[in-house]
């Protein structure tokens, strides 16, 4: 069972910034995209930001022009740079892969908490 490993969590105030990685995805054949998604308590998690395999970035609307995502083949890392942070960016981040050699699945992180002071 492949895990997905985030990191880069912490408290920060809010205006400053942040850099999530994942790690562990060349574990997974096929991937057809990344992501990031939030889950603030008591709420359902939600999508921050996508990378398809050909490299097409998509963002949730609270984060535009904010985060950005990318990947790094040769470090094999996927990364979440986070600017400008507020404090309803407050959650914990997941990161996730959907790919698969015979069937298409999602895989997930833990989650890392990140945490915005205002």
């Known amino acids: 069972q492949v895990q997905l490993v985030e990191s880069g969590g912490g408290l920060v105030q809010a205006g400053g910034s942040l850099r999530l990685s994942c790690a562990n995805f060349?574990?997974?054949?096929?991937?057809?995209?990344m992501g990031w998604y939030l889950q603030a308590p008591g709420q359902r998690r939600e999508l921050v930001a996508t990378?398809?395999?050909?490299?097409?970035?998509d963002y949730a609307d609270s984060v535009k022009g904010r985060f950005a995502i990318s990947r790094d083949n040769a470090k094999k890392k996927l990364y979440l740079q986070m600017s400008t942070l507020k404090p309803e960016d407050t959650a914990v981040y997941y990161c996730?892969?959907?790919?698969?050699?015979?069937?298409?699945?999602?895989?997930w992180g833990q989650g890392t908490q990140v945490t915005v002071s205002s």
């Open positions: 996730n892969a959907n790919g698969g050699l015979v069937v298409q699945r999602d895989y």
């Open positions: 060349e574990l997974i054949f096929n991937i057809k995209a």
């Open positions: 990378i398809t395999s050909g490299g097409s970035t």
